[in-house]
């Protein structure tokens, strides 16, 4: 089966907003962790507040847990922003995940 081959640990960070003095604070802190395969799709140049850099797009496999749109994987020291989220033909045997990683 595809879990066989999964041999990298992903961690989810979900946003979590926080307010002290009246100023709110956005971070990400840790959902869940899961044994995963990430493999590159895609490339593309891209322009953000005027520094050009590249991004890429990843698709991810990896056990059922808790992750959505928005959040980010933690991989190897590497931040993906989650894009997608499929459970392939419903069966909750694994999750297909596609990210983006900015460089």
Request: avoid cysteine; charge should be neutral; glycine fraction near 8%.
């Amino acid at each position: 089966m595809i879990t066989d081959f999964f041999d990298t640990e992903i961690q989810v960070l979900r946003k979590t907003q926080t307010e002290s003095g009246g100023v709110v604070k956005n971070s990400f802190t840790p959902q869940a962790t899961a044994q995963g395969k990430n493999t590159v799709i895609g490339s593309r140049e891209a322009e953000e507040n005027s520094r050009r850099g590249f991004v890429t797009t990843h698709r991810t496999y990896m056990a059922v847990v808790d992750v959505k749109n928005g959040d980010k994987f933690l991989i190897n020291g590497e931040e993906f922003e989650v894009k997608d989220v499929r459970n392939p033909m419903g069966l909750n045997k694994f999750l297909q995940v596609d990210s983006e990683l900015k460089s």
